[in-house]
C-alpha cells in the first residue's frame, strides 16, 4: 500500500493566486480529513469526508477555502485567492472505520504565499 | 466543545531516562485516546492507542494509561534514545463524532 498521496510536496505562490491541493487516500479508507499545520495554531481540522460526503467543514477559515472529494480515491483543497497568512503545511489523513480510528497523514504539502 | 490539554510543553530528558506526556480531557464520553509522533519536517504517525475500556497498554519501550475516573492520560517512553526526540501529540475521539480532538503537542528533546 502506498500510503496517503499528496501533491504538491511544497507550493511557493504568489497572493492572490489559486492554490489546489490534492490527495489520494487508502484504498478502502472511507473517512478522509484536511488538516493546516502552523507553529502558532498547532493541528487544525479544516474539513472531513465519510464516503465523499462532507461531514464538518466548520474548520473552513473562510469562503476562500473550498474541498470536495468527487469519489472515493481522490480529493482537492482549493484557496482563491490565497493570502500570505495561508502559508502552512497542510496534511491529508485518511482512516476506515472497523479498522479503529487511527488516522494516516499524508506527507503533506507545504504551502508558501508571497 | 470538547478540549485536550497537554503537558508539558517541552520536556528534556537525559538519554536512558524515562520520559512522561500527561493529557487531560473533559469529555466522559471520549472513547478513543491515540498518540502520535511527529519527527522535524514528517507527517505525524501513530505510534499507541488505547480504548476507553483498557487501563494500561504498552508497546516495547512506550505505554499509554487512562484513568477516566481523573480523566487523564500519559504516554510514558522508557529508555529513550536519539530517535525519540520529535513531538508527540495526544488525541482522543469525543463519543459523539468520528474527528478527532488534538492536543498542543509536546516537544521531547532527548539529550545525549
Known amino acids: 500500500d502506498a500510503g496517503v498521496i499528496q501533491s504538491p510536496r511544497h507550493e511557493v505562490t504568489e497572493m492572490g493566486q489559486e492554490v489546489t491541493l490534492r490527495c489520494k487516500p487508502i484504498?478502502?479508507?472511507?473517512?478522509l480529513f484536511w488538516y493546516r499545520q502552523t507553529m502558532m495554531r498547532g493541528l487544525e481540522l479544516l474539513i472531513y469526508f465519510n464516503n465523499n460526503v462532507p461531514i464538518d467543514d466548520s474548520g473552513m477559515p473562510e469562503d476562500r477555502f473550498s474541498a470536495k472529494m468527487p469519489n472515493a480515491s481522490f480529493s482537492t483543497l482549493k484557496i482563491q485567492p490565497s493570502e500570505p497568512r495561508d502559508s502552512a503545511v497542510y496534511f491529508c489523513?485518511?482512516?476506515?472505520?472497523?479498522?479503529?480510528?487511527?488516522?494516516?497523514f499524508g506527507s503533506g504539502t507545504r504551502l508558501t504565499v508571497v | 466543545g470538547e478540549n485536550v490539554e497537554q503537558h508539558p510543553s517541552t520536556l528534556s530528558v537525559q538519554e536512558g531516562d524515562s520520559a512522561v506526556i500527561k493529557c487531560t480531557y473533559s469529555d466522559s464520553a471520549s472513547n478513543y485516546f491515540p498518540w502520535y509522533k511527529q519527527e522535524l519536517g514528517k507527517r505525524p504517525q501513530l505510534i499507541i492507542d488505547?480504548?476507553?475500556n483498557v487501563g494500561e497498554k504498552k508497546d516495547q519501550r512506550i505505554a499509554v494509561t487512562l484513568n477516566k475516573t481523573a480523566k487523564h492520560f500519559s504516554l510514558h517512553i522508557t529508555e529513550t534514545q536519539p530517535e525519540d526526540s520529535a513531538v508527540y501529540f495526544c488525541?482522543?475521539?469525543?463519543?459523539?463524532?468520528?474527528?478527532?480532538?488534538w492536543g498542543a503537542g509536546t516537544k521531547l528533546i532527548i539529550k545525549p
Open positions: 489523513a485518511s482512516s476506515r472505520q472497523g479498522m479503529g480510528y487511527g488516522y494516516t
Open positions: 488505547i480504548r476507553s
Open positions: 488525541a482522543l475521539k469525543p463519543g459523539s463524532n468520528y474527528q478527532l480532538i
Open positions: 484504498s478502502g479508507h472511507d473517512y
